[in-house]
């Protein structure tokens, strides 16, 4: 150790000279007080031993400034004083000294001091160290905070929008939210949810969002039912999450019209459904085990399926509210939350989230609230339309296709046809109308023309799958017998039109038995399919070529 | 599986599924899913259905003939075009669509 001695009698200094650097230690020696500061800052001792009795400035003052110079920093210094009046002493070491010894200097205390001291600066270095090193990681930490926050809110999409349909409150209790609220809409116009409530909160909770919410949207954007977005999301999170780690949750889906009301519910509180009048209809249980708990052979898909009336409204929440506390720790509870869907309550939703935040009074929140209300009704999504028209295309073209007995067996080349055109942005928005038109066109040719099948087999429903068991041997059998596609695109003013015209082999058929059928007919209703779709459908006498227009309008 | 049918939790709802092109190559297994399994009321759910074409219509004319006309046979989640074809073709009288 360096320690430095502050005393202006040498005898003194030079006898510590000689038991510390016997006992292997450095000593720096300062004659006065003032010389003790500046060798202080100088040398940078690790312990200092202080004379109180000095001129220019004595061991009190002295001491003063080492201190202010150390600041946080601990070393030990330690007075050495002939004076022996309780007043001195104390003064000692309230002018910051850690400790003093009496002159004539005992040679053991002294060592034993110094070592005791040695002892108490290194523990504070010690502490010291871990100090800096704590406040290292906790700013490592904010900021990791900081980065997974923003990969979670991204991944997250916009969050959850709210519809016509929708209202939510969601409330985590830390900067991460172990709850999940999400809603997108389905492709025939209805509109899912999904509430979800993993188990903790904070940091560790949310991270499950992350596989919860990307294989939610996947399912969504494929118009996935809520068994099958149940399943997946079950696989997701049982792969991603340990095993101590699961999610209570509820999948809905509401049709386009608000008629009929789909759900898969496993862990949550119970789903309140009410009437339009907030009266309660019924309370659902979740039946099922949390996500992530079984194995997909053991999940268990089964939905609820609800027809509800026209305003009818479901809540679905998470165990946040109703475990809400008081702070002498009651519990807010199911029958409280219920008793607010009598139909009394001009608007339970906003009564709800007065009265758990009146109930836990001064109480920090301590679990995520998240609770959505649906509104059963036609669904209105606040949708941005792009209004720009399409264009029609510049150029002219045809596409002509001549397919021979062999290539009738394979599959229908409607598809392929429709991949073709489909490419053209004046065409894109009709594919689908175009796939029924053209594939109508083709049964009629191939079935009617080519192998001669006739209609009437189809009147009943065994004859319904004979002509079809019929049509697959005779297709088998063929040999000669051709049809050929032409379908010609024509520029107009406004918008494009498509010429389609179908010929083919066969003998023909009567073209006005065609149309004849009524609404109880399992059959001939084709033709009238094509007429509706098409701006015209013109065929000629023996029934073997037919040519429709149809007029690419835009479809807004 | 292009035709899948489920029954609800209940027992009480049949809900057969169809996807991608519904069409005549579905004949037998579209009559299985009604025939094997009975409901007291039918869902065709149409989510994931792409195309169907007037071999469909027919199909579903054959169950509706099956189960009488007095059983629920909703036909759900139809997409735009599908739900045209359905409209044109006066499927709405013998159907509840949604």
Known sequence: MKILVVDDTEANRKLLCWILEDDGHTVVEAVNGQEGVDLFQSESPDLVLMDVMMPVMDGFDSTKAIREILGDTHIPIIFLTALSDDASLAKCLSVGGDDFLSKPINEQVLQAKINAHARIRDLNEELNKQKVELEALHALTEREHEIAKAVFENAMGASLQDCANTRHYISPATTFNGDILLSAPSPSGGLYVILADFTGHGLPAAIGALPLSQTFYNCTVAGDSVSDIARKLNTALEGFLPDFMFAAAAVLEMN????????????????????????????????????????????????????????????IYTDGITETETPDGEMYGDERMQALFDGT????????????????????????????????SPVELETEHDTKPLAQGKLPWSLNMNLDANALNGSSPISQIIDMIGSSPAIS???DYLHTIMSELFSNALEHGVLELSSELKETEDGYLDYYQQREDRLAALTDGNITINVEFILGDEYGKLKINFNDSGKGFDVKNLKASDDDNAFGRGASLIDTLCDSVEYNETGTAVTAYYTLRSTD | MP???ALSSDNAELTISIVGRFDFELVQEFRAAYSDQKGTRYTIDMRATEHMDSSALGML?????????DTKISIVNCRPQIKKILTISRFDKKFSIE
């Open chain 1, 429 to 431: 928005e009709h594919k």
């Open chain 2, 61 to 69: 004319l054959n169950m509706r003939k099956t189960l009488g006309e």
């Open chain 2, 3 to 5: 035709v899948e049918s």
């Open chain 1, 345 to 376: 309550q001009k608007d339970p939703f906003t009564k709800l989230l007065y009265d758990i935040k009146t109930f836990r009074g001064a109480l920090e929140q301590n679990d995520d609230i998240t609770i959505i209300e649906l509104t059963c």
């Open chain 1, 256 to 315: 386009a019209d608000g008629t009929r009301v789909t759900f898969w519910a496993g862990g949550l509180p119970d789903i309140i459904i009410t009437d339009a009048n907030g009266s309660i209809k019924e309370s659902v249980i979740s039946s099922h085990m949390p996500l992530g708990v079984l194995d997909d052979k053991e999940f268990e898909r089964e939905v609820i399926i609800r027809h509800p009336e026209p305003g009818d409204k479901y809540y």
